[in-house]
């Protein structure tokens, strides 16, 4: 089976963890190219997945690209739901990123990820009736609430531009926390690299609760990961 992948990370990851749930007995082809998107090869940040290999062109044996695994084209088992995310867990970065993000002690902190860039006017265009659940004054009231029960909880802010990372630091001063500053001088669809994005990605999985953005596959995939951590 040969497939090629496309669009952002996470969407990526799943269409892998699908078709690995899918067809795990079998190798799998991954064309896995490099884009604006999605800046980096799998085989630089992640562990070999029993069964997939990477390549960088396809060939006769391609079914096509896919954003998601298609479950509505295959028969499948009363368990696929249950084994896919269960087998996100075949998704390891190498050991240097997981001893880094141990360092970060997150285990009593509260990890939340606000998607933005090209994703909000996608999002007002095709579910408008989500917007009051992912805009800033959603985010700002949960935060705030979190703080009432607990005024000095930490509160890992993973985004993916500078204006809501500085927003919410200079809003919550002594509560937010994040990796590193984004560039503001940013004109691309993702303005952090594909090393930050897998970091801040494996360090919501650690924190001890998690908030996503709705119809973020970034925030699906770290929802998924944590359903079998806890």
Known sequence: MEIEVKFGLCNRLQTIIGFFTYNNKNTIDVVWK?????PGKFEDYF???PNINFIEKK??????NFYRFPYEE???KDTYQ?????????????????????T????????????????????KKN???????????????LIKNILIENPKQKVFLATDNY???????????????????????????????????IIDLFCLIECKEFYGTKESSFSKFVENYRYNKF
């Open 82 to 102: 249950s084994d896919f995310i269960r087998n996100h867990r075949i998704i390891r970065p190498y050991i240097e990123i997981r001893d880094y993000i141990k």
């Open 34 to 38: 490099e884009n604006e998107e999605c």
């Open 127 to 141: 579910f408008s009736d989500i917007v009051p659940e992912i805009d800033n004054n959603y985010f700002h009231k």
């Open 163 to 197: 204006e809501n990372q500085n927003m919410f630091y200079q809003l919550f001063p002594k509560n937010i926390i994040f990796r590193k500053i984004i560039d503001k001088k940013q004109n691309k669809k993702r303005h952090t690299d594909l090393k930050d994005a």
């Open 47 to 49: 562990e070999k997945i």
């Open 59 to 64: 060939t006769e044996k391609y079914l096509g």
């Open 74 to 76: 295959y028969e499948l």
């Open 104 to 123: 970060l002690k997150l285990e009593n902190v509260i990890g939340i990820h606000i998607r933005r860039t090209d994703f909000l006017p996608y999002v």
